[in-house]
């Protein structure tokens, strides 16, 4: 099969490197839209082709991804030609599946993804809206689909895409913590995203979890945990993620 991919960023990138390190056998064509990263793809992978337009992807693609900044998606998709045959899959925040059908008519086999950068290590939670199982077949190469049941569901599951930069400036204002009372910062560094890695990895061989259950088991009466957990409650720190997730969620309705 020919994958396709319009707009070469971040995110795309990822995907790209992670299929052409796992089992696939797909081919994948690619657009010129960012020159620096499309040579550095084409350079790197004996799957990757560099087509000389957008349109000549989709030409060659039986599956295409949409990778566009959202303000730019709509203009850009317009003034391309797509088939009845194609499969596209829309890895934008802010385009509906409604719009996006109108955007890519006559093709109707439409989905929306939502992969992150570690997609590229085949470690992601990947959101699918209305996949079939060739869609689901592809993705279950580099992460796990997530499925979900409404466009509406995948807008506020999306939305939590939008604190990984949160998360890693608590790990960093930890890490600062412990550099600031004399331990190495490769040390820090370190030991703090080991911690957080492994917390995350409990939790998972322990599904269907409880979050709250998992909180009471952390803590003792009086222990560390308990302590922190008080300082931070007392100081509404928490409380500050819902506000940022409902802030976010805003900016899909």
């Given amino acids: 099969m020919n994958l396709g991919f319009i707009g070469i960023g971040n995110i795309a ?11 696939s056998t797909s081919h994948i064509n690619i657009s010129p839209r960012n020159k620096e990263k ?4 084409e350079g790197m992978f004996d799957k990757v082709t560099r087509m000389e337009s957008n349109q000549s992807v989709l030409d060659r693609s039986e599956v295409v991804f949409i990778a ?21 899959v829309s890895f934008v925040p802010f385009l509906d599946r409604e719009a996006l059908l109108n955007s890519v008519a006559p093709a109707s086999k439409v989905s929306r993804a939502v992969p992150f950068p570690t997609v590229e290590n085949h470690e992601c939670p990947i959101l699918l809206y209305h996949p079939d199982e060739t869609i689901s077949g592809i993705f279950k190469n580099i992460g796990t689909p997530v499925p979900v049941a409404s466009e509406s ?6 939305t939590l895409t ?11 204002t930890l890490s600062h913590w412990a550099q600031s009372h004399n331990v190495e910062a490769s040390v820090a560094n370190r030991y703090v995203m080991e911690l957080f890695s492994s917390l995350t990895c409990y939790s998972r061989k ?11 088991e952390a803590t003792t009466p009086n222990g560390l945990n308990d302590q922190a957990l008080k300082i931070i409650e007392q100081q509404k720190a928490n409380t500050t993620y819902g506000m940022a997730a409902e802030a976010l969620y805003k900016r899909f309705e």
């Avoid at 499309?38 to 793809?41: A, W």
């Avoid at 939008?162 to 960093?172: H, K, Q, T, V």
């Fill in 162 to 172: 939008g604190l990984i930069a949160p998360f890693y400036d608590l790990a960093e």
């Fill in 206 to 216: 322990n599904i269907p979890f409880d979050f709250s259950e998992l909180k009471k």
């Fill in 153 to 158: 569901e995948l807008k506020l599951l999306w």
């Fill in 68 to 88: 566009l900044p959202p303000a730019l998606a709509k203009e850009i998709l317009k003034g391309l030609s797509f088939h009845e045959h194609h499969r596209v």
């Fill in 38 to 41: 499309s040579l550095f793809l």
């Fill in 13 to 23: 990138t990822s995907v790209i490197r992670g299929l052409c390190t796992s089992n």
